[in-house]
């Protein structure tokens, strides 16, 4: 299986994303999400992510924060990758939603622990139904 979610952290911050890192350990198929420890550009208070898209369909792409802040990524094409996006960081859980333009409901990420200046890169399973990291509410 592919990995899902990966958490490019500045060198200077080590916090580990645990939770997350567990939930894919106990759901089984290997981790879901990595954290990677890389030297990264001072991003300031915002939060980046670039989405890769495996899935044959297109998805529009949005982040919501706990609480309710909710962000346009973008509409990513089959089989294509988007260019980082840039959102401000808050101090709550961030889900992913992630919605086919062509087939059924919305898909979500289990909750994003994330820190200022993380830099995050999003799989699209072609097999999304399948997977242990995108579920339906």
Request: aromatic share 8%.
């Amino acid at each position: 299986m592919s990995q899902s979610v990966n958490v490019k952290r500045p060198a200077a911050r080590m916090v580990l994303l645990a939770g997350a890192a567990l939930v894919g350990v106990a759901c089984g198929g290997g981790p879901d999400v990595s954290v990677q420890h890389a030297a990264v550009p001072h991003v300031g208070d915002s939060i980046y992510v670039e989405i890769v898209n495996e899935h044959f369909n297109d998805a529009r792409v949005h982040a919501i924060y706990d609480g309710g802040h909710r962000y346009t990524l973008g509409l990513v094409v089959g089989h294509s990758k988007a260019p980082l996006n840039g959102i401000p960081w808050q101090p709550h859980p961030l889900v992913l939603e992630i919605s086919f333009i062509a087939a059924g409901g919305p898909y979500y990420t289990h909750d994003l622990l994330l820190a200022p200046g993380d830099v995050i890169t999003v799989r699209i399973p072609p097999n999304i139904a399948t997977s242990a990291f995108f579920r339906r509410r």
